[in-house]
């Protein structure tokens, strides 16, 4: 069974920063295509952001582009989402995804394993 845990959520201004982890159990992280989607309230979930195996391919939603960075640390089991510029319309649960296919799955919403979310509120 995989288990994906999200950390790195907290309040942060407008404008700030914050970095996002996921850590995956288990010895065939590798095999996985990871990513993040985040859930504002009254809203529906939407993509942010994924990264392929090996790291060389990554995709971004077009809100987040120039301001966000995803990357993958294979070799400590650990996905990071880097945050900037923050703003009051990124405040949401952010969840992470994990899919043993390919990027398009986690693009898609339809990835096989997800973690149980971290709230991130950015105030003005």
């Known amino acids: 069974q995989v288990q994906l845990v999200e950390s790195g959520g907290g309040l942060v201004q407008a404008g700030g920063s914050l970095r996002l982890s996921c850590t995956v159990s288990?010895?065939?992280?590798?095999?996985?295509?990871m990513g993040w989607w985040r859930q504002a309230p009254g809203k529906e979930r939407e993509f942010v952001a994924a990264i392929s195996q090996t790291g060389s391919r990554t995709y971004y939603a077009d809100s987040v582009k120039g301001r966000f960075t995803i990357s993958r640390d294979n070799a400590k089991n650990t996905v990071s989402l880097q945050m900037n510029t923050l703003k009051l319309e990124d405040t949401a649960v952010y969840y992470c995804?994990?899919?043993?296919?390919?990027?398009?799955?986690?693009?898609?919403?339809?990835?096989?394993?997800w973690g149980q979310g971290t709230q991130v509120t950015v105030s003005s």
């Open positions: 288990g010895r065939t992280f590798m095999r996985y295509a």
């Open positions: 995804a994990a899919d043993p296919v390919n990027t398009v799955q986690v693009v898609d919403g339809v990835a096989n394993y």
